[in-house]
């Protein structure tokens, strides 16, 4: 009998993959992003795509608005 592998967890989640980690919809996360209350993606492979590692900092940062946070991400370095 063949055993099933775990799948890795991803380093970068499309639209759909961020809603499923935020728990909200897809649209939402259109709103969120088109606000600036998400962090920064990028654009790979002609879709926008967020760093789950950074999606989880933010969160534990206690999700502040894009500006806010990037300065704080400066600001430790």
Sequence with gaps: MRKHKASPTPLAVGVTGLADLLGVSRSHIYRLDGEGKLPRGIHLGGRKVWS???????????????????????NRR
């Design 52 to 74: 789950v590692e950074q999606v989880r900092a933010w969160l534990e940062d206690g999700a502040p608005r894009r500006e806010i946070w990037e300065a704080r991400r400066e």
